[in-house]
Nanobody, 116 residues
């Protein structure tokens, strides 16, 4: 079965960095685009970044451009989100996502807290 498992969240001070990882299994990872979303309690999920199958095209929401980098290692079936210059408003649960056919798959999320 399809599984997405996020890791790497935690507590960091403003201006700090974290790298999130999402380990995928149960499907041919290299054939599908991947996305990172985030969600603050009481709000909807926000698309943060996306990456195509070979990693040649990446997109970001405006609020993280220049600070976050999405990448993937198809040999390891893993997608990453490098988060730099973190701000308190980046605090959220971060989710890994992929769309297989008409079905969206999600991980359970990893909490990122930016606080000084």
């Amino acid at each position: 079965q399809v599984q997405l498992v996020e890791s790497g969240g935690g507590l960091v001070q403003p201006g700090g960095s974290l790298r999130l990882s999402c380990a995928a299994s149960g499907f041919t990872f290299s054939m599908y685009g991947m996305k990172w979303y985030r969600q603050v309690p009481g709000k909807g999920r926000e698309l943060v970044a996306s990456i195509t199958t070979a990693g040649s095209i990446t997109r970001y929401t405006d609020s993280v451009k220049g600070r976050f980098i999405i990448s993937r290692d198809n040999a390891k079936n893993t997608v990453y989100l490098q988060m730099n210059s973190l701000k308190p408003e980046d605090t959220a649960v971060y989710y890994c996502n992929t769309l297989l056919g008409i079905t969206d798959y999600w991980g359970k999320g990893t909490l990122v807290t930016v606080s000084g």
